[in-house]
């Protein structure tokens, strides 16, 4: 994925129309659409293949389970035309590697949670975040996920994982986190959803926060 803006657009949408209309309004202002269960499950793997032609597409399905089940997974979304999958790293670094080698296999990208950026993502994942983000680099993972609600956090992943790996950072925006404030702990992507696919003007509010950060 290549930075030009900094900005990953959440598209949490549920129906093909919206999540299209939507993609191609922001189009030159994100480097990246995130595309999760909501849409995929409304509408079916094949909108990763639109939404390809408009802007790389990452799939987050958080990836969590067996070699070989991980392996099916990450085979089918490549297959859709997905340039990066999300997955989690708490399942052991047998089925990160699983996921790693096929990423590599198609030449696409694997981020790995670290921590989420909901209130609750502190709960279990803050004693073993370090862990996972120090695994995530041994497997040679492309990089990882941390949350914007915590730019503390950011800045404690990135002393882990040096510059070799990339900071995806969700959380900007409806759950509180500051765009700059994130850039500045470290990432290299915020992830924003709601504040820019229920704005009035998507493409407005996603330049306001390019704008914000000055990438």
Known sequence: MEKKNCLILALDVTDRENALRIANEVSE???SI????????GEGLGIVKELAELAPVIADFKVADIPNTDRLICEHVFNAGADAIITHGFTG?????SCVKVAEEYDRDVYVVTEMS???GVEFFRPVAETIAQMAADAGATGVVAPATRPERVRDIRKIIGDDLHIISPGVGAQGGSAA???NAGADWVI???S??????PADAAMRICNEMKC
Do not use: A, Q
Not at 34 to 41: D, S
């Open 29 to 31: 202002y994100v480097d």
């Open 34 to 41: 995130k595309v999760g269960y909501p849409l995929v499950l």
């Open 93 to 97: 670094r047998d089925s990160l590697d």
């Open 118 to 120: 909901h209130p609750g």
């Open 181 to 183: 404030d994130v850039i």
């Open 192 to 194: 924003v959803g709601r």
């Open 196 to 201: 820019i696919y229920n704005s009035d003007s």
